[in-house]
């Protein structure tokens, strides 16, 4: 069984900065890319950015520039450094990833956290 745990979320004010983590733990054979998501009041959950198992990244246009996203895989976590957060930036917050768990035999499967929610005032 794989889990991902995200943390970090909370309350800040327009302008302020935020550092999301992500931590797979269960039987992992490997980790292939990892994606932040964000569903905000109203809207279809979005894909905020990813990263491939060799640290290539890609971003949606409205975080280019104040968000970034790192993994450490020796610790099968990634993160999201939110900096000059906006109100439009309020989600619910969720992790994502393509693992091949260690009893599937090679089959990769999509595993998603329960979300951290992030609220930033105005």
């Known amino acids: 069984q794989v889990q991902l745990v995200e943390s970090g979320g909370g309350l800040v004010p327009p302008g302020g900065s935020l550092r999301l983590s992500c931590a797979a733990s269960?039987?992992?054979?490997?980790?292939?890319?990892m994606r932040w998501y964000r569903q905000a009041p109203g809207k279809q959950r979005e894909l905020v950015a990813r990263v491939t198992s060799g640290g290539s990244t890609n971003y949606a246009d409205s975080v280019k520039g104040r968000f970034t996203i790192s993994r450490d895989n020796a610790k099968n976590t990634v993160y999201l450094q939110m900096s000059n957060l906006k109100p439009d930036d309020t989600a619910v917050y969720y992790c994502?990833?393509?693992?091949?768990?260690?009893?599937?035999?090679?089959?990769?499967?999509?595993?998603w956290g329960q979300g951290t929610q992030v609220t930033v005032s105005s």
């Open positions: 994502n990833a393509n693992v091949v768990p260690g009893d599937a035999w090679g089959s990769p499967r999509e595993y």
């Open positions: 269960g039987s992992i054979f490997t980790i292939y890319t």
